[in-house]
């Protein structure tokens, strides 16, 4: 992980824990991923920050205010003291703790009291909940340190409260109090202060609440004094800057009675909050949170206007699809929306875009729109913001060249948007550049060169349902069981290229007569290579296991190029109906297209077990490399294509070899686990896989998270380098396969193609 959303990580390596050799971007990781967790219970509250820019054991810094460098997008506060203003960060979105990890802010400490008022005039609020530091005096043991956090809890629970434990990750358990009506901070530290007292009184031998260290040995220290407005204390989940890279971790009740309590590394915090979520869940009401639709809200009624208006902060998505819309307010403009970071980025342009290099067209940025907005058509009533009709005039998706956007409450200068548009009506590369402020110019770019053979990748089909397409609109062909395979026939010489871009010519010595059959032309075909079982269907098994007896075939479905001429442009209609041609001279396979509607073609694919169905829009282009919407690919079979991330000892007669593999799924945190597989294997595949593996093995996990105890016991780790597919019975809510069953490895695919069908 790079960079999150405008904070973009620099010296990633740099370790800023040398003890554990832990590095910038562990930490970084860490705070963006803890971020659903520990936002709630920092969000509105003035954030000082203890930064070790060189790492722990070296010079640190303390800060209050925040650099005049620090990013506009930051909320900030300022606080009246009697040495003058101070004006804080307000950490409210995971982009936030992104910036205080790339600042190796390791500690986050934070108030007990909240901001309160508007946006441009905050003050500081009442105190929302009491904090107890237990600290413990010379010669205290961590166990006496609970005992008394009991003692704490059976007096605060007395009085009506709730109390919730963390180990602090340094010396001390935190004791955290919700109150349900805030009080003033002054209040706050005195009702601390007579609850320490008390207990100091009915705990002479075992608890001081006096701020005098000489009186602290042999004592925990129950310190109130943190609850003052003018004080703060290191957050819950925020590391710690100790020797190891441990954590301000949440605990339950119970583990507090555990003789064996120790603090937590920030890694088993990650795999704690996978395990039981937010164990402050209800210590926290959720602050008002901005995210990067609060200024599109804020212009809009839900109850007036009948565009989406998601209460939600947005989720990140592929950051490849856009949207046109011509839209008829008090003047025609167009709109262009652009997917990032879970929000369309928008610009207005009053007469679309450019259609040649020779013009350019003013784009006026607007406010972020909500992924909603994709597919919206409809009338804004007249009065509302943007009043008027609203058309999709044009959707599909894009590749990024460059992506440097301001906001339009952002820099003046300095934004650049580079794209290639794959679109029904727009199809091209284009230069977004922002000229002042909010004023962008919208310049179509001169098309690169045609492509070679070596620049094609497949287009992908995206995954959903075939239910409701209509033969109208959609075409519909058979999803083979096989291997995708891209063919250069160039008059009589013949290149395979799988999906992956490797050279496969030389392992499918049966398609040389392709070479003959297309000797009179220079094609470029996309297609299946399919191993046929003896009733002529294409197997998995078959391909997996095949023998030189095995009948193979190339079934193609596109043709990208033809003699001199490139058709990645032309329309699937037009592409398919060149293709027909070239088949009727001979030799070539082009499988018929099932006739119907998406219903009526589901139920032919059921009927011969196929694999599914492939829908393609007829006035689709061709889009290489890219997963697109104008093909929807509905499988019957739910399959999935895996990582091997490791394998198990087998048992019984499998015990000197494979009993299951450690499969897994690349995520925007590295692999994630999704559960082992130990049937569908033959003896020769398992033979075949141990010995492919051998040579990976590790003794690092390749997982970004631990694995779960009953998963990890006895597992040999290799580098995450092998792509197989099984079968599965469902997808759990924990992301995990159910009822897995291998059909075999994926020799033509590599693991960062793998991602969840």
Known sequence: MDHFGRVRLTNPDKVLYPATGTTKAEVFEYYVVVADAMVPHIAGRAVTRKRWPNGVGELEFFEKQLASSAPDWLTRGSVVHKSGTTTYPIIDSREGLAWIAQQASLEVHVPQWRFVGDKDALTPGPATR??????????????????????????????????????????????????????????????????????????????????????????????????????????????????????????????????????????????????????????????????????????????????????????????????????????????????????????????????????????????????????????????????????????????????????????????????????????????????????????????????????????????????????????????????????????????????????????????????????????????????????GVPSFGEMQNRARATRIEFWAFDILRLDGRWLLRAKYRDRRRILEMLAEAGGLIVPPQLDGDGPEALEHARERKWEGVVAKKWDSTYQPGRRSSAWIKDKIWNTQEVVIGGWRQGEGGRSSGIGALVLGIPGPDGLQFVGRVGTGFTEKDLAHLKKTLAPLHTKESPFATRLPTQDAKGVTFVRPELVGEVRYSERTSDDRLRQPSWRGLRPDKTPDEVTWE
């Open 130 to 535: 009491i904090v107890f530091d237990l600290d413990p005096g010379e010669g205290v043991t961590f166990r006496q340190l609970c005992q008394v956090a009991h003692e704490v809890r059976d007096l605060i629970t007395g009085m009506g409260l709730t109390a919730y434990p963390l180990t602090s990750g340094s010396k001390g358990l935190h004791l955290y109090v919700p109150l349900e009506d805030p009080i003033s901070s002054q209040g706050a530290s005195v009702l601390a202060k007579r609850i320490a007292q008390q207990l100091e009184k009915t705990m002479p031998k075992q608890v001081t609440a006096t701020m005098t260290k000489s009186l602290r040995t042999g004592k925990v220290f129950l310190d109130w004094s943190q609850n003052n407005g003018n004080k703060t204390t290191i957050a819950p989940y925020s590391m710690r800057g100790r020797a190891e890279p441990t954590v301000a971790a949440p605990r339950t009740w119970d583990e507090i009675e555990d003789p064996d309590l120790r603090h937590l590394r920030f890694d088993e915090v990650l795999e704690r909050i996978e395990q039981f979520g937010d164990l402050l869940a209800d210590l926290d009401e959720k602050a008002p949170v901005e995210d990067r639709l609060t200024k599109y809200r804020s212009m809009r009624d839900p109850s007036k206007t009948p565009e989406p208006v998601p209460p939600k902060p947005p989720t990140r998505g592929n950051n490849d699809r856009f949207v046109i819309q011509e839209h008829h307010a008090r003047r025609l403009h167009y709109d262009l929306r652009l997917e990032r970071d879970g929000v369309l980025v928008s610009w207005a342009v009053p007469k679309n875009l450019p259609e040649s290099p020779s013009e350019n067209r003013l784009a006026v940025h607007t406010e972020d729109h909500p992924m909603e907005y994709l597919t919206f058509h409809g009338t804004i009533p007249k009065g509302e913001y943007g009043g008027g009709d609203m058309i999709v005039w044009d959707t599909g998706t894009y590749d990024t060249e460059k992506f440097n956007d301001h906001p339009p409450d952002g820099p003046a200068k300095g934004g650049e948007v580079i794209i290639t548009l794959h679109g029904s009506k727009i199809d091209g590369r284009y230069a977004l550049i922002q000229t002042d402020g909010k004023n962008w110019l919208a310049h179509r770019m001169k098309d690169q060169a045609n492509p070679t053979f070596d620049d094609i990748a497949p287009m992908l089909a995206t995954h959903g349902s075939v239910a409701k397409y209509t033969a109208t609109q959609w075409a519909f062909e058979g999803k083979w069981d096989g291997y995708r395979l891209l063919v250069d026939a160039d008059h009589g010489n013949l290149c395979l290229r799988s999906r992956s871009g490797r050279d496969v010519t030389r392992e499918f010595p049966q398609l040389q007569a392709l070479a003959a059959d297309l000797a009179d032309h220079h094609v470029v075909l996309d297609g299946e290579i399919v191993a046929l079982d003896e009733k």
